[in-house]
C-alpha cells in the first residue's frame, strides 16, 4: 500500500444500478403501498402531477411484504459496479455507504450491506443523511483512493422508502385527523419516494478498455446552521427543532402516536431551502469552481418536475445557467430514489452512449433534510 503523501487521481471504473421488481405504474401505487384508513389518498393525484413521475420500483411486493432490504439492494449495486469494473469481490478494500434510512437502528448500514455482500475483511464507512449522503460515500471513498489507503474503493447508496408509507405509520396518529385525512407534510412524501440503488467503484487507474470517469473534486456544502430540519423523522414537526425533543424520549409507543416516527415534509421551508441552494451553486460559478460553458452533461437531483421548473427559473437569468438540452435525469421513468438517485442516473447516462472522452459530467446532489448541497466534477476519460 502506498503511503507516500503525493495525492493520486481517481476514477469511476464501473457503475451499478438495482432497481427492484417491475416498473410500477401510478395507477397501482396504492396497492403496494396501502390506502390509509382504507381510502385513497386525497391528494395522490395532484402530487404525481407536481412532480412527473410516470413509474417506479418497490422492494415490496403488491400485498406489501418485503422482497429485499435496503443492504440487499446497496448489495446487488455493489456487484454490478464492480462487474461493469472488471473487478472481482476479493478486489474491493474500501466501501462506503449511503441512505436516509437503513434497515436497522443500530448498528450501521456499511456492516450489513458488507455482510449481505459476503465479503471478507473490509474497511468500512456508513453515511446516514438524505440524498446528500450519496456523495458524502463518493467522497470517502475518492480520498482513501488519492491517499493510496484503497486500490479499489466503492460507494453505494440505496433507498427502501415505500416501507415507511405503509398505512401502519400513520393510521392512529396524530398525522390523521377525525376525518380521516393524512397531513399533507406525510402523505406528500408517498408519492414522492421509491426504492432502488446504486453505486460506484473508484481505482487510481482507468480501465484500459471503455470509457472512465476521472473524478476532479467533490465539495459538500451543509447550511444546516441556518435552517431547521425540512425534511425528517423522529420528532413532531413543532419539535423538529429541539432535539431533546426527538422521539426516543417519549418512547416509541408515545412518539408513534404524536405522528413522530413518520417521514414528513415542510413544502413552505422547502421553497426557502431551494433558494439557499441556488446560491451555493452561484457561488461555485463566482469561484470559478464551475464553469457552466464547459460542462456538457448536468446530473441535477430534484424530487419533482415542478422543483426542477423552479431552479431553471432561479438560475435563467444568470451566469450559472446550463441549458436544458445539457440536463440528463430518470425521474419520470423510475422515480426519485433519494440517496440512490445520483448513481441511477449516472448508470443510465453512461448507458445511453451520450459520453464521449473529454466530456464534463456536472452532478449536483441538494437535498431538504437540513439545507445541504453536493457537487462532483467528472471528466469522461
Not at 61 to 87: F, I, R, T, Y
Not at 92 to 99: D, R, V, Y
Not at 230 to 245: E, F, L, N, V
Not at 340 to 349: F, G, K, R, V, Y
Request: proline share 4%; net charge negative.
Amino acid at each position: 500500500m502506498d503511503h507516500s503523501t503525493a495525492l493520486r487521481d481517481a476514477f469511476i471504473t464501473g457503475v451499478g444500478a438495482f432497481l427492484p421488481g417491475e416498473r410500477i405504474g401510478n395507477g397501482v401505487m396504492e396497492d403496494y403501498i396501502g390506502r390509509i384508513g382504507g381510502r385513497p389518498s386525497a391528494i395522490g393525484r395532484r402530487v404525481l402531477r407536481w412532480n412527473g413521475i410516470e413509474g417506479r420500483h418497490y422492494a415490496l411486493n403488491v400485498e406489501g411484504e418485503p422482497q429485499h432490504s435496503n443492504a440487499s439492494m446497496c448489495a446487488q449495486a455493489v456487484k454490478a459496479a464492480l462487474d461493469h469494473a472488471g473487478l472481482a469481490l476479493a478486489d474491493l478494500t474500501f466501501l462506503a455507504t449511503a441512505t436516509t434510512q437503513g434497515d436497522f437502528i443500530v448498528p450501521g448500514h456499511g456492516p450489513a450491506v458488507q455482510a449481505e455482500l459476503a465479503a471478507g475483511p473490509l474497511e468500512v464507512a456508513s453515511f446516514q443523511s438524505v440524498c446528500a449522503s450519496a456523495l458524502m460515500a463518493a467522497k470517502a471513498a475518492w480520498l482513501n483512493v488519492r491517499a493510496g489507503e484503497a486500490e479499489a474503493a466503492a460507494a453505494c447508496a440505496g433507498e427502501f422508502s415505500s416501507r415507511w408509507f405503509r398505512p401502519t405509520f400513520y393510521e392512529g396518529t396524530a398525522l390523521v385527523d377525525a376525518r380521516g385525512r393524512t397531513a399533507m407534510e406525510a402523505d406528500f412524501l408517498r408519492f414522492t419516494l421509491s426504492d432502488g440503488a446504486g453505486a460506484v467503484v473508484m481505482e487510481p487507474s482507468p480501465r484500459p478498455d471503455g470509457l472512465s470517469l476521472k473524478v476532479r473534486w467533490i465539495d459538500m456544502v451543509s447550511l444546516a446552521g441556518r435552517f431547521d430540519p425540512c425534511m425528517w423523522a423522529g420528532a413532531t414537526t413543532r419539535d423538529r427543532a429541539d432535539t431533546k425533543a426527538a422521539w426516543s424520549h417519549a418512547g416509541p409507543v408515545a412518539a408513534h402516536a404524536a405522528g413522530a416516527v413518520a417521514l414528513l415534509q415542510d413544502f413552505d421551508l422547502l421553497k426557502i431551502v431551494i433558494r439557499a441552494w441556488i446560491g451555493v451553486w452561484l457561488e461555485k460559478v463566482d469561484q470559478g469552481r464551475i464553469v457552466p460553458d464547459e460542462v456538457d452533461h448536468l446530473l441535477c437531483h430534484y424530487s419533482a418536475r415542478s422543483l426542477r421548473e423552479e431552479i431553471v427559473g432561479l438560475l435563467r437569468d444568470t451566469r450559472a445557467m446550463i441549458p436544458e438540452e445539457k440536463w440528463f435525469t430518470t425521474l419520470a421513468d423510475s422515480g426519485n430514489v433519494g440517496s440512490a438517485s445520483i448513481w441511477i442516473m449516472l448508470e443510465a447516462l453512461m448507458r445511453s452512449g451520450r459520453t464521449r472522452r473529454g466530456d464534463t459530467v456536472l452532478c449536483i446532489v441538494p437535498e431538504s433534510g437540513r439545507a445541504m448541497i453536493g457537487f462532483m466534477m467528472l471528466e469522461v476519460v
